[in-house]
Each structure stands twice: as C-alpha cells, then as structure tokens.
C-alpha cells in the first residue's frame, strides 16, 4: 500500500470532548470520527486494526470448532417477551416498532435469536456439541456514551454460544473456549490476565473475565504475584485471619466523641489505629404478599473493620439477602438503634436486629463502635463478653493489597484492567425459557445446556491504546497495528535512486507477507515521522541519499529510544527477525 493511494488524516490537537488518552489518539490518528453522541464512523485506518482483531478471532474460534453465522442487528420482540427480557432490560435497550406497529429491538446481544435457533435445528444429542458465533453490531442505549469506543452505543462484539448434552458436556466446551481466548488474547500481543468473575444469579463457578491491563482501567483486578490466582473485586475472596482471636484486655468504656461519626474520625481523635474500629451498615429486606405489597420488613446490621468497604455482591449471597436488600431508612434505624447513623453499633440495641459480622470483625478483641447515642462512642468491646457472638459470620468485604492469597501461596495484589471478553456458564437460563430441548440417548426431550462467550471487538482497539503509547502517540502491538512497517523515503519525489530503493523494498516487504505502506507524499522527514508515530505503526525504515550511498538504510522500532543502521541489501531479513523477536 502506498500511502497517497490510502486516506490518511491526522490531526495536531484531539478535539476538545475527547476525555481518556485511546479517545484522543484515535481521534487525532484519524481512525475514528464523531457522527453522534457514543456514534462513529471508523476510518480506514482504524477499520485496519479492527480487520486485524477479526481475523484472528475467526482463526482461533474456527480453530476451536466453532461454527461461523450471522444473526441481524434488528430482532422481533417475541423472542425477547418469551424469556421475560424485553420488559425486564432497561432503557440501555433500544425498542422500535416497524411500520405496522410491530415491536422490535436493535439487539444488545443475542442469546434469544441463536436459542430459537437451536431449537429448530438441533433436535438429536448427535448434532451435539455445538457452537455458533457471529461478529455484529450491537448497539446499548447509555445514558451517558463517554470515553471513545470505549463506552460507546454502537459497537462490534463478538458473540459465541454454546449448546450441550449434559453439564459435564457443557464444562468441556467451556474449557475449549477458555482456552481458545488465551490464544487469541497471546495473538493480539495485549498484557492481559484472565480473571475469575461473579455468575450472579445464575449461579456455578464457570465464568472468567479477560481484563487488558491498563492504569486507566475502570476494574480492579486481584491477582496474586507467586500463584496463578486472579480474580474480580466481587468475586475475589478475603480470608478469615489466621490467628485465634485475643482475649479481652480492656474494659469496655463509654467515650465522649462530639461530632465524630465517621470511623477514621473516632479513631484519629480517640488515638486507636483504624483496624481497631467497627463500621455499622444497617440494610433491611422487605416482605410483600402475592399482590407484591410489602406486609413487613427484617433489619440487619452488617459490621466491617473500619478500615474495609462492603462488597455487594458478596452480601447479596447471603441466606435472607439474596432476594434483596437495600439500606435501612432512617425511621428504621432510630426504631431499632434509637440514634442517627454515625454512632451505631452492635451493643445495647433499642429492638433485636440479625447480625453479620464478616470474617475479621469476627476475630477482633478490645475494639472501638458506636454507643447508639449521639457523639458517643465504645471502646475496649469484645465479643462473648460485652455482647452475644454474631448470628452469622460471613465475608462481607472487598479485598485489600497485602491480604493472604485464597490459594494459600503468597498475598494478594491489585492492578487496574480493562474488561474486554468474558466467558460464562449459561446452564439452561435459556433454553429452559425458550424450550430448546434435543432427543437424548433414550428418546426423551432434554434441555440444552449453554455457554455464552464475548469479545468487544472495537473496545480491544481502545484497550490496547490504553495499555500502549507515549507521548508521541499510539504503540500497536504488530498482530493488530494498521500496517505492520512503514517504509519512510527521504526525498521520495526528488531522487530516483531513493524512490526506486523504496518501491523495491515495498514490493519485497509485501512478498515476504509483511504489511508495509509506503509513504511516498514527499512530507518533510519531521512530518512523516511524527504522523506514523502517532498512528502507532510499530516497526519503521527510513532510507535517503546519504544512507543509500554507503548501502545502509535506518531501521526504528516504535519503542526504541534510537535508530540502528542496517545494510540496505538485509533489511527485509532484520525486519523478520525483529517481527519473530
């Protein structure tokens, strides 16, 4: 390719919505343009990369059995009204009606087209295992499209679905996608871990998240640097202290605290590290009859070391909180406390309330809570002696760096990422609510066991930006990057000798099956080099007249600080070794 036949369009300064640095570097390389709010047009230079993704995601999912269709972007309301969605999905799912007033939606994803054809076509356990993707359009209504294509309304995903006999079946398949996205995630040459992922409702221990890591990645990712633990902060589990609880030492005292009702406040002014305080949340779950009006209400009181945060999800598996929770009102802590928040506690409660105590509050001795009255506090409390054990023990919390690794083999660590694919154990959420049922050994109707497993396509562009640039722009990895070489002629439109040095180290580049763009508009060195380093392509060779003369052109790699002399007659064969390296 040569770059005055390409459209090439950079910009000096990214415009002034651009928030994060993947929005403002694809804006300024040109590979995006603004049509609408979460709305873009990809350029041609940006549609490359995203080519790029697509192919070795097809390689590796075709590689892995799965079987290539395409199901539309625009899907009839039938479908979503049989599995309760297309009331359930909030207003991030666009419904339209055609002109005969019938509903329709701009599909968020595909679970229920693909079920209903399974339904249809996989009617014997001998057509099973199956696994169908596509590569479309998805489009979700945000509320507020921000950062790029990074949370845009329109976007390409890649979407596979499984469809299995058993659950043992279903595990295998599962296993084979965990292990096709490992290779397609070591193709795109991206940092990444794979992460274990909360399954919510659906329940099981069958759903991975691959994250890009990246400092301005929006979820924490907890690994542990001596094992191959990784998990997501809902699902990551904190460890109950190893050591037995200390016997009181202190008499529990009741201690003046005006206006402190945050625990690091209690603690800074009563001269206790924060570890030795207790935090009090106070949630409540409701009672409703068939009409779903509510009859009656439980109070709960959750308590945490000072120094911790609750973790949702993790509450919202507890027995009795499952089906929800939300924080108490204030008429229903006085009842039960007789005191506003910020001088709660566990001791002396105005009407009994269930207690969970997580893990390390449960091991705590001589600590520090609230009186239940105003700007009063209690100090030196301990369990079994000033106040009955807790109703239930229970990990309530998120994990913090330096927590013991689950696994037992080292302390846990926290690093930024970027969710990009995940996959996940459907079970029969589905096909249970569509009937999508095969004839099993014995002739009998069975319900499929699924698997659900998705790429952003377009995001992994934004991603990979986040991970890798610099001031100058952006750093592809060569897997995905626009043009894998771009060959940099000095005086192109005034040499014969460097135009014809140029065209012939083109033609033996895309011979040998490298993707190199010639750039034969004849800009000034400075210009030239500044534009490809802004659109990241990551391997580069100048040539020129002096260099030409002692048969040497100057090869640079997007992350070397210098460039190295090379003989004009092996730079093809250093490229390929540079490609191999």
Known sequence: ??????????????PADAEVISHKLMMRAGMIKRLGAGIYNYMPMGLRVIRKVEGIIREEMNRAGAVELLMPVVQPAELWQETGRFDKMGPEMMRVKDRHDRD????????EVVTDIARQELRSYKQLPKNFYHIQTKFRDERR????IMRGREFTMKDAYSFDRSPEAAAKSYETMFAAYKRI??????????????????GGDLSHEFQVIAQTGEDAIIYCPTSDYAANIELAEAVAPAAPRAEPSAAMVKTLTPGK???????????????????????????RNEQGDIVGSTVWLLLLRGDHEMNEVKVGKIEGLKNGFRFATLAEIDEHFGCKPGYLGPVGLKKPVKIIADRSVAAMSDFCCGANEEDYHLTGVNWGRDLPEPDLVADLRNVVEGDPSPDGRGVLAIERGIEVGHVFYLGTKYSKAMNATFLDETGKPALMEMGCYGIGVTRILGAAIEQGHDARGIIWPDAIAPFTVAICPIGYDRSADV???????????LAAGIDAILDDRGERPGAMFADWELIGVPHRVVLSDRGLKEGQVEYQGRRDEAATKVAAAEVVAFVKGRLKA
């Open 185 to 202: 995630f070591d193709r795109f040459g991206l940092t990444y871990r794979a992460v274990a992922a909360d399954t919510g409702a659906i």
């Open 104 to 111: 329709f939606i701009i599909q968020p994803t595909s679970e």
């Open 145 to 148: 499209p921000r950062f790029g």
């Open 1 to 14: 390719m040569k770059a005055s036949q390409f459209f090439i369009a950079t910009l000096k300064e990214a």
């Open 499 to 509: 135009k014809a040095a140029a065209d012939a180290l083109h033609d033996e580049l």
């Open 261 to 287: 009702s945050t625990c690091a406040d209690v603690a800074a002014f009563l001269g206790l590290p924060l570890t030795k305080s207790l935090k009090s949340l106070v949630l409540a779950t409701d009672t």
